[in-house]
């Protein structure tokens, strides 16, 4: 089971990126997949979420408008395409795998490594 995370990098704010998140080892239409991030000195928060299906999405207040996550089934891969970013964006950016169909991050118990994302005023 692994959870592969990509494309992050560093941007001025305003800037675009595109997060990848590859997944193997693991039937991939049986798992959500969630977003996550976490900023130096604060918790872990959940950023955005995909359900098995792709057919419902979640984000949270502050990235609203802003990040588009989705889903490729013939890559195995979710993507967070990420624009008119903001300094407040700066974190390790993880994806995560979980067997329901749910926005509750403690369910997400498939973790991959993270990929580092600055933005610059």
């Known amino acids: 089971f ?9 941007v001025q704010a305003g800037g675009s990126l595109r997060l990848s998140c590859a997944a193997s080892g693991f039937r991939f239409d049986d798992y959500a997949i969630g977003w996550f991030r976490q900023a130096p000195g604060r918790e872990r928060e959940m950023v955005a979420a995909i359900s098995r299906s792709g057919g419902g999405t979640w984000y949270t207040d502050p990235v609203k408008g802003r990040f588009t996550i989705s889903r490729d089934v013939d890559k195995s891969t979710v993507y967070l395409q990420m624009i008119s970013l903001k300094p407040e964006d700066t974190a390790v950016y993880y994806c995560a795998a979980t067997f329901r169909n749910t ?13 580092l994302v600055t933005v610059s005023s």
Request: proline share 5%; no cysteine.
């Open 103 to 115: 926005v509750t991050p403690s369910a997400y118990g498939f973790w991959g490594q993270g990929t």
């Open 2 to 10: 692994q959870l592969q995370a990509s494309g992050g990098g560093s």
